[in-house]
């Protein structure tokens, strides 16, 4: 009884292919703790390359602040200009990494429920959704603020992906993570286009929207994280409760219903939460993509697909790769503005993702 076997093969249809999976074996005894041990070691790499993160971005920038300083700065204990930068970083740097952690875990959730690796919310049209639904705002409206650049971000993101899911959901099949992608892509031009024809005649008075749009960190305050953090709640709430399901989802849908899932429910729930997170951080440092498609590839590799860990792990993965993209793009321009930190991980992440597909097989999931 402490050895079990799994034989045969089966195969999963998906809008990529066929996928197969050969003769398995596993044995209690070793396999599941050596698992936990990987987690557990991804789990401290992760929050030790976070903290390590943070530091730096206290640290570097147009100045360069020393320990002495930072520990200053955070106890109070000094006012020199040191603790004053330092004071002005702090919430930078806090919302570096909560955008980070928050797109991580949308775009793990988002290929989750499309059961497509290249889901993401740029890919499949959310960033675009929202940042049309701000531009009416702004160009329209008059709205300015973090709050009111988020129930505008929410109407935006979830219209489209409501808009994209129906369109992939069109013909026969059914939703298949090819047909959401090339929803997404589309939907995503579309808007774009429409962005530019709202822009071009009102060109003059967009400069705050133009600077929200390039996807920076230099505006984020501890006001803007007060505003989101009610909604960035209730998304982890749903994260944490479909976590679960989610694994039996990846079964397919009929052993999910065989094992009680709700497969309605969860990909709702899954799916709101993916949005809502994505918003909630795009109507505070604007657009960034990337982060959410490259981010969950990274952990699986770390620890597999299990996403009560694949979640988590991918809110620490995120935060610290867009805090570190955050440093190298004010350490590259210095003693210029920072880079957009949209750009950064552009870069830094494009390279990295092409490495994983060379080094993995990328699968439907």
Not at 98 to 103: E, F, K, Q, T, Y
Request: charged share 10%; glycine share 12%; aromatic share 4%.
């Amino acid at each position: 009884m402490g050895h079990r076997e799994v034989r045969g093969a089966h195969r999963h249809r998906g809008g990529q292919g066929e996928v197969s999976t050969s003769t398995a074996t596993t044995d209690p005894s070793t396999g599941v703790s050596r698992q936990v041990r990987r987690c557990l070691a991804a789990l401290i790499l992760l929050t030790a390359l976070a903290v390590t993160a943070a530091l730096c971005s206290i640290a570097f920038g147009t100045r360069v602040v020393g320990i002495g300083e930072i520990v200053g700065g955070l106890s109070g204990s000094r006012t020199d200009i040191g603790a004053l930068v330092v004071a002005e970083r702090l919430p930078r740097t806090a919302v570096a990494l909560v955008a980070g952690a928050a797109l991580g875990v949308s775009g793990a959730l988002m290929q989750a429920v499309t059961r497509n690796p290249i889901a993401d919310p740029g890919i499949l049209g959310v960033n675009t959704g929202a940042s049309l639904a701000i531009l009416i705002g702004v160009a329209f409206l008059g709205i300015s603020g973090a709050s009111q650049f988020l129930w505008f971000a929410l109407i935006g993101a979830a219209v489209t992906a409501v808009l994209v899911y129906t369109i992939g959901s069109l013909g026969p099949g059914g939703p298949t993570p090819v047909k959401l992608a090339l929803a997404g892509v589309a939907t995503s031009a579309a808007l774009s286009c429409v962005i530019s024809a709202v822009m071009l005649p009102l060109a003059q008075g967009l400069d705050d929207y133009r600077f929200w749009q390039m996807g920076s960190l230099g505006r984020g305050t501890w006001s803007s994280l007060t505003t989101i953090a009610p909604f960035l709640a209730v998304a982890t709430l749903l994260a944490v409760l479909v976590a679960g399901p989610l694994n039996s989802l990846a079964l397919g849908e009929e052993m999910a219903i065989g094992l009680g899932v709700n497969v309605t429910r969860t990909r709702l729930a899954a799916a709101g939460a993916g949005v809502l997170l994505c918003s909630a951080v795009t109507a505070v440092v604007g657009p960034i993509g990337f982060v959410g498609l490259m981010v969950p590839h990274t952990v699986r590799m770390l620890c597999g697909p299990d996403h009560r860990w694949l979640l988590p792990l991918s809110a620490l993965c995120g935060a610290d790769l867009l805090t570190l993209s955050d440093v190298l793009g004010r350490i590259v321009s210095r003693p210029s503005a920072a880079l957009p930190v949209a750009v950064v991980t552009a870069f830094v992440g494009a390279p990295i993702l092409i490495m994983i597909a060379r080094g993995a097989k990328v699968r439907e999931l």
